[in-house]
């Protein structure tokens, strides 16, 4: 696609229940972020991607907060028994090694 | 540890009055970018910086990094409504970007 891609757009789920995130970013692009924005609020860090491998996992709230990336592109952020507090906007963004990086339009996650 | 710092968090300011936010690092970055992000949108790229004490300019807005590539500026003259949002800037270590906390601007026309 043109862009980096997110779905599901919306999410609204119960407490409790596990949640799946996935990002399909820019192909070609190395470099995949995963991002957590509450309403109002800045960029909250959860974990970066460079291929494959995830140098840095630092910003992942909880083990509840897990995430893979296969073959290099697609991305997905799985949440375990989900919380209230883990509703938020989440935004994955891609690019090439040391370039800008390309949002997609986010997963609104609602727990009810 | 890479960590960016910006700052203000929040800046309201009267239409056509200047606006300036900042964001430093302890360690020497690679690049520093910024970004704007439009209530109920995402970040959108809109400049890079790589050279020691580098300026650029986009119309209204100034874009400096610092000399020690430690810290960065984003200044908007005359602010106009159209600039309300959030500006992040992205500091690079080594090939990870590493975003500050965002400085939300709203303007009161």
């Known amino acids: 696609g043109a862009g980096v891609s997110q779905s599901p757009s919306n999410k609204v789920t119960e407490k409790g229940k596990d949640v799946e995130l996935r990002c399909d970013p820019i192909?070609?692009?190395?470099?995949l972020y995963w991002y957590r924005q509450s309403l109002g609020q800045g960029l909250e860090f959860l974990i970066y991607?460079?291929?494959?491998?995830?140098?840095?996992k630092s910003g992942l709230p909880s083990d509840r907060f897990s995430a893979e990336r296969t073959g290099g592109s697609v991305s997905t952020l799985t949440i375990q028994r989900t919380q209230q507090e883990d509703s938020a906007v989440y935004l994955c963004a891609s690019s090439f090694t040391r370039a800008e990086a390309f949002f997609g339009q986010g997963t609104r996650l609602t727990v009810v | 540890g890479q960590q960016v710092m910006q700052i203000p968090q929040y800046q309201h300011v009267q239409e056509g009055e200047d606006f300036t936010t900042y964001c430093n690092s302890s360690?020497?970055?690679?690049?520093i970018q910024w970004y704007k992000q439009r209530p109920g949108g995402h970040p959108v790229f809109l400049i890079q910086l790589v050279k020691s004490g580098e300026v650029k300019k986009q119309k209204r807005l100034t874009f400096q990094f610092g000399e020690a590539k430690k810290n960065s500026s984003l200044h908007i003259t005359a602010t106009q409504t159209t600039d309300v949002g959030t500006y992040f800037c992205?500091?690079?270590?080594?090939?990870?970007?590493?975003f500050g906390a965002g400085t939300i601007l709203r303007v009161k026309s």
């Open positions: 360690t020497t970055l690679s690049n």
């Open positions: 992205a500091g690079g270590y080594g090939n990870k970007l590493v």
């Open positions: 991607f460079q291929g494959n491998s995830a140098p840095d």
């Open positions: 192909s070609g692009h190395t470099a």
